[in-house]
């Protein structure tokens, strides 16, 4: 197979739908995981040219391994790994249970810790490939009410990073994308949210989670848009490590790279005089 074989997680929605129609209306052929069977079938029905869809709970790790081999087996290389799958959380710190924040960093951290752990040995067989992970501007700047959703995008972008420079001399390109708010329905029924109200917290994390429901549907973001911006990203010749999309990703991780100046000028003199002599 001479087309680029794309493997983009949980396609069933949102950005990732959106991405595997653009990538196979590029002529690529796009492999998509989804966690219904019957999405499964619907999907391999209507894309017997261009794509073909497994079943995957990017939660379980012996699942993982099955697809990813079932995948080379078949289709023999995987050239673009995008982990798109993840979920929502809303919540503040003290709210959230132990339990929700491993449901969080499971889907959002372990999973795609995994799946990119899996899928590097076919990458260095072949000296070549490409790993996009979907993080979001939450995976730069926190929000009160949104902690545990950014303490997961944070973890994805460290090992990311730390993994670009690792991978860099194999042949093998990462990326991290960064959306803003989008138009899917991130916000909608499949957002999480913390089981435990304090009242106490109704003015931050209460307030963020009004306001990101009250935007369900009315986001400035565009995910067909978005979708072609990765595309030609993966397709360009030197792609950049982090693709910020949206205006609201822009203005949101500019005012944290200007907190992290000012924190890094005001102490300055402290951190200077904090060795040995």
Known sequence: MKKKIWLITGISSGLGNALAQSAMESECFVIGTFRNQSQVDEFNAHNKENGFAFK??????????????NIVSKFERIDVLVNNAGVGFVGAIEETSMEEVRAVFEANFFGTLKLTQTVLPFMRKEKNGHIVQISSHGGIK???GFGIYNASKFALEGFSE???????PLGIKVSIVEPGPFRTNFAGNGLGQAHSVIDAYSET??????????????????PIKASKAIIDLVNSENPTLRLPLGKVALI???????????????NRKTAENAVYE
């Open 205 to 222: 994390a209460g307030a963020f989670r009004t306001k990101l429901k009250g935007v369900d549907g009315k986001q400035e973001g565009d």
């Open 142 to 144: 926190a929000f009160a």
């Open 162 to 168: 730390a993994l670009a420079q690792e991978v860099a």
């Open 252 to 266: 949101t991780i500019g005012m944290k790279l200007d907190s992290v100046k000012t924190d890094l000028e005001t």
């Open 56 to 69: 995957l709970d990017i939660t379980n790790q012996a699942d993982i391994e099955r697809t990813v081999d």
